[in-house]
């Protein structure tokens, strides 16, 4: 554990993201044949911000639809519960990203265009 400072100078922690295991059965967890590279990175997160972008501008036509606060406060709610709920499930189990990443960036985009309409 000499090459894990942080977890040597902090001590024992409840994080599931400091826990030995996450260091040494990380890459057992994935099955995958292909390295990550630099291009897929982009081009993921591109994804994920058109998906984010395209909710987050529906929930924004909403607001400007009615001129109504509240009618986006639901929207706005199940995008801060939603995306709370798929950031844990991700966090907790790793292996479900694939189909936890674009259902967060969705429901962030519902919270992201509320808020920011009303604001």
């Avoid at 059965?25 to 292909?34: A, K, L, N, P, R």
């Avoid at 982009?42 to 911000?49: F, I």
């Avoid at 189990?93 to 808020?115: M, Q």
């Amino acid at each position: 554990m000499a090459r894990h400072r942080a977890l040597e100078m902090f001590g024992r922690s409840g994080n599931p993201a400091f826990k030995s295991k996450a260091f040494t059965e990380s890459s057992s967890d994935f099955s995958t044949s292909e390295p990550m590279t630099l291009s897929g990175t982009v081009n993921k997160t591109g994804l994920y911000l058109l998906l984010c972008f395209i909710t987050a501008a529906w929930t924004w036509s909403q607001f400007y639809a009615t001129g109504d606060p509240g009618s986006v406060y639901v929207y706005v709610g199940v995008g801060i519960v939603g995306g709370l709920i798929a950031a844990l499930v991700t966090i907790f189990k790793p292996t479900t990203a694939a189909i936890s990443a674009p259902i967060y960036a969705l429901l962030e985009g519902f919270a992201v265009g509320g808020v920011s309409a009303v604001v």
